[in-house]
């Protein structure tokens, strides 16, 4: 679509020639995206299912994967603690609601 918006602003007469050029091109990458789908090998079939089996586990125990508060770690949390953790540290601090946008009058603030 967005090469038709581009073609159509060009004189006309450019038009059908830029049209099969854009067509090839296309017809190009699609060829070349389906020759690099490689079938899995049994590498790719175990890293698949190790995932199934650790989004099956997570799932039977109602549990998730975060990223630790500090490090280049992840934890892995049941979802109930995670929850009543967010809501004791809203709760907690002392956050206020805003009735509407205050953006425009930073940005305008800062421009």
């Known amino acids: 679509m967005e090469a038709e918006t ?3 602003k060009i004189q006309s007469a450019d038009q059908d020639y830029l049209r099969c050029l854009v067509a ?3 017809e190009l990458l699609y060829r070349q995206y389906n020759s690099n789908k490689s079938h899995y090998t049994q590498k790719t079939y175990a890293e698949m299912r190790t995932i ?3 989004k099956a586990k997570l799932s039977d125990n109602n549990a998730m994967i975060l990223r630790a508060d500090k490090g ?3 934890v892995i949390c049941y979802t109930d603690d995670y929850y009543s953790k967010t809501q004791e540290f809203i709760l907690n601090n002392q956050f206020s ?3 509407n946008d205050p953006s425009n009058a930073f940005q305008k603030e800062f421009s």
């Open 24 to 26: 090839r091109n296309i």
């Open 97 to 99: 609601d805003i009735h």
């Open 72 to 74: 280049n770690t992840i």
């Open 6 to 8: 581009a073609i159509t």
């Open 52 to 54: 199934n089996n650790i």
